[in-house]
């Protein structure tokens, strides 16, 4: 990373439209006088060291960026047990102008929550003999993301899997020696969210006691209280969901199929018997401090289920509000024909707000609950035609980079990018372009962008931490982070923004 003046400088011009931003809508707004006299009071210091910080709408403060000499992160070489986080920070030059930078703890730092992160599930290809799992997520770790999605199954590196975990459990598969799963949850991630459970695709009938052929209960129960008792006091929050539910109530991939009322029936017990476990497991255990394990249930016909209306059976409609007890989190797949303008706010806020609608109130956890478990712009579709929305990889990287500004501005936990690498390919073998890092392990524009986000955002935390001894809240975050994506997208000259949303932090 450059050192603290030349970083400065190159974001001088996001500093300033983020300042423009906020006094357009009225935040930190000032008199003549008052803005002359703080003109005044930092007309030595290079304007572009002056950071603009929302607690809250309508309540902005100037600070002083503190100049250091940063190398932060962690470095995990393939196939090591443990990552190393390195921190060689050091004050740089400064003058009598500047006050003496608060202690920063620069593990705090790096796991603050930067909300967008991305996934492997199925990939098509890797570049190491590592399990592909572990490869994408030491990759992503190292690129400063938070936050990985997987999919919790009993798969060698080889891709075959441990005969005698057949029908063994979720926690027998999480903790078995071969597999990757004990080395990813050690890894300084700050949310891991991943699937438990071979939910069926259409054409298969379920069962709620055979998933992976186990008693989800006692599974799901089990899985939760290993994952506190190993990683009490870490701060490590782990979401465990399941692939998109919308499928696995029809018999085709039809978007317009009604869904069989069976597996409606079945995927209400599903989901019911899985969060009672999560709930139980937490209050069975109330001795664990600092460690978070919620349930989620994930929704792909989010705008299908707006336009056929409240009797038209699907994840959002019927079966989030039926589960008793309340679910925790709610995500929602959406991309592509669902984001069709440049600033995609408008139809991703509709469609957040409309699972938000329908997912009872539920005390003790923390909101807004539903979020992005997968987002993307495929560059191909299945009868290898060029893609409508993000045709080329610069478009794809502006697609991506407004889409992940919108569920920032939102609110939304997490805004995750399927995937890391591709896994579908069209019907002439060609990759469609689901990716971070492409078939030639190359790391695309996008994925390029995100990483300079992630050590933007660093940055913008590390000088919030310098100058008023805490970090900022969630809100002057998502503030800032909204303004940044739209700049790193390329494509700024559109007339409105992403309105960002106080949910009261």
Known sequence: MPAGGLAARRLAPVLA?????????????????????????????DAANVLQVCSKPGQCTKIVRYPLKVRIGFECPPF????????TTQPASTSSRVAAAK???????????????????????????????????????????????????????????????????????????????????????????????RTPAPGRNITWTDIDGIDVYKEMYRLVVWLLKRYN????????????????????????????????????????DKQRAVDAAKKDNPWAKNVFVWHYAEANLVEQSMKQGPGWASMVNTVIGAVRPVIDYVSISVGGDSLREVNPAPALHKAMDFANQKLPAKPGVPGPRVFAGEFYFDMRNRDDNIAIYAPTPELQKQRGCWAAAAGVAWGAPHMLWWAFYD???????????????????????????????????????????????????????????????????????????????????
């Open 17 to 45: 439209l983020i300042a423009l931003c906020c006094l357009r809508s009225g935040y930190g707004a000032t008199t003549a006088p008052q803005a002359a006299a703080a003109s005044k009071k930092v007309s030595a210091l």
């Open 80 to 87: 090591a047990k443990q990552c190393t986080f390195y921190n």
């Open 103 to 197: 202690p920063v703890n620069e593990l705090q730092v790096f796991q603050y929550p930067k909300i967008v992160g991305s996934q492997v599930a199925m990939p098509l290809y890797q570049f190491t003999s590592e399990h592909n799992v572990l490869e994408a997520a030491r990759r992503l770790l190292q690129s400063g993301s938070t936050s990985f999605k997987f999919d919790l199954k009993n798969q060698r590196a080889n891709g075959k899997p441990i005969k005698e975990l057949d029908k063994k459990g979720w926690l027998s598969i999480a903790t078995h020696g071969e597999l990757p799963y004990v080395t990813l949850f050690d890894m300084p991630f700050r949310h891991f969210l991943f699937w438990a459970g």
């Open 233 to 272: 006091n870490s701060g490590k929050t782990f979401y465990i969901g399941h692939w998109e539910g919308d499928w696995c109530l029809r018999d085709t991939y039809n978007k317009s199929a009604p869904a069989n009322p069976k597996k409606v029936q079945t995927m209400i017990k599903l989901l019911t």
């Open 423 to 505: 896994n579908e390919q069209t019907r002439s073998g060609a990759y469609r372009g689901y990716w971070l890092v492409d078939n030639g392990n190359r790391d695309t524009p996008l994925f390029r962008a995100y990483q300079q986000y992630f050590s933007d955002a660093q940055e913008f935390v590390r000088s919030v931490m310098a100058a008023t001894g805490k970090p900022p809240s969630d809100y002057g975050f998502r503030v800032w982070a909204t303004e940044r994506l739209i700049q790193l997208s390329g494509k700024t000259d559109v007339p409105t923004r992403p309105a960002v949303r106080y949910w009261g932090s």
